[in-house]
């Protein structure tokens, strides 16, 4: 019980209320109380709602396919074996992703439709950097970093990798074989930007400026990276783009060797 409280209990005048009438003095404090409690129970009823340990299950976030501003991309790609709104290249159940000889033969007639421009080559440079040149070296000679533990060199320099399609080497890329995991994980519309990018390596291109080795020193990211996935359910995906008339592709319009 407070001072004034019991001070009002034994008949003697609350503090601060000694040149007032006692009736006034006891009112005035059973006011005060009465505000003092409410005020307190409009700040519990304020800080009921909100919780001090989420464990970051709400918090400002991109959901799946959500774009979080007007012009960005989807932020992953559609999961494997799906087929876009406009189709694909090859979806899977066409051609399985088995790393059979025979499938990855099915594939070679498969026209590349990217042509060969800078821009091509930039983007299947760094896909070629983070995906390919661990094993096949950054001039695809095979003098990769594999080779210090024991792995052969693979050289795609050879006459026989020269002969292959386009499409071949696309699905080589989509369905790995051998000691080559696949590496399905680069999308449909970036595995032509790397064909294309050997292509340049294997010297059939040569009309269009491009560079070799490492885009930039590990952990650089940005522009030296691969951009944001152009895939997504509801998302038309440009596999088919028009190729401007007269525009060179390694291996003519039907892919290499075609």
Same mark, same amino acid.
């Given at each position: 019980m407070s001072d004034n409280l019991r001070s009002e209990a034994i008949g003697q005048r609350? &503090? *601060?209320?000694?040149?007032?009438p006692a009736a006034h003095c006891a009112r005035t404090h059973r006011f005060g109380s009465t505000r003092n409690q409410l005020v307190m129970c409009a700040l519990l009823l304020a800080t009921s709602g909100c919780e001090w340990f989420t464990d970051f299950k709400r918090q400002p976030h991109v959901v799946t396919w959500e774009s979080w501003r007007s012009d960005s991309l989807g932020v992953r790609g559609s999961p494997q074996g799906s087929v876009p709104i406009d189709g694909t290249e090859m979806p899977a159940w066409l051609v399985s992703y088995s790393p059979a000889i025979a499938t990855i033969d099915s594939m070679a007639g498969i026209v590349n439709p990217v042509?060969?421009? &800078? %821009?091509?080559?930039i983007a299947g440079r760094k896909h070629f950097q983070i995906n390919c040149a661990v094993c096949h070296g950054d001039n695809a000679d095979g003098l990769? %970093?594999? !080779?210090r533990f *024991?792995?052969?060199? !693979?050289?795609?320099q050879i006459a026989a990798a020269k002969a292959r399609t386009d *499409?071949? !080497?696309f699905g080589m890329i989509r369905n790995g074989r051998g000691l080559m995991p696949p590496y399905n994980r680069i999308e449909e519309r970036d595995r032509w930007d790397v064909v294309n990018y050997l292509r340049?390596?294997?010297g059939r291109v040569t009309d269009v400026p491009f560079e070799r080795g490492p885009v930039a020193l590990p952990g650089v990211t940005g522009d030296k990276v691969p951009g944001p996935s152009t895939l997504g359910p509801t998302r038309a995906i440009p596999h088919r783009p028009t190729a401007p008339e007269g525009t060179a592709r390694p291996g003519g319009g039907g892919g290499a060797g075609q």
């Open positions: 609350p &503090e *601060g209320c000694s040149d007032k042509p060969v421009t &800078e %821009a091509s080559l990769g %970093a594999q !080779i *024991g792995f052969p060199a !693979i050289s795609l *499409g071949y !080497i340049a390596l294997q």
